[in-house]
C-alpha cells in the first residue's frame, strides 16, 4: 500500500520560513511528478509547486521567488522551502505523486501552515 507522509508545518510569523517533506513508501516502482497542493479555509485545494523526476519545477505565481521545490529520488521524498510566508499562505498543505506502474495519483493527509502577521 502507498503511503504519503508529510511534515513540517507548524506556526510561523509573517516573513518566516518553513520546510515542508513528504515521504513515500509502500511500493518497488519509480514516482513521476510530485506536487504540493493546498486548501486554505473556504477554497478550492491549489497546486503550489511541481516538480518532474528529472528535476524540471513549475510554480503558482503567488509563491514564485519565495518557494522552493526540490526531490531526492533516492529517498522517494519531496520537499518544499518556503521562505518570506505570508498569512495568505496559511492552509493545510497536501503532497501528491503520481505512480504510472498503478496509473494514479496517491495523496499525504496533509500538514497545516499557519502564518500570523
Known amino acids: 500500500q502507498v503511503q504519503l507522509v508529510e511534515s513540517g508545518g507548524g506556526l510561523v510569523q509573517a516573513g518566516g520560513s518553513l520546510r515542508l517533506s513528504c515521504a513515500a513508501s509502500g511500493y518497488m516502482f519509480s514516482i513521476q511528478a510530485m506536487d504540493w497542493y493546498r486548501q486554505a479555509p473556504g477554497k478550492q485545494r491549489e497546486l503550489v509547486a511541481t516538480?518532474?523526476?528529472?528535476?524540471?519545477?513549475i510554480y503558482e505565481d503567488s509563491v514564485k521567488g519565495r518557494f522552493t521545490i526540490s526531490r531526492d529520488n533516492a529517498k522517494n521524498t519531496v520537499y518544499m522551502q518556503m521562505n518570506g510566508l505570508k498569512p495568505e499562505d496559511t492552509a493545510v498543505y497536501y503532497c501528491?505523486?503520481?505512480?504510472?506502474?498503478?496509473?494514479?495519483?496517491?495523496w499525504g493527509q496533509g500538514t497545516q501552515v499557519t502564518v500570523s502577521s
Open positions: 501528491r505523486a503520481f505512480l504510472p506502474a498503478f496509473g494514479q495519483y496517491y
Open positions: 516538480v518532474s523526476r528529472d528535476g524540471r519545477t
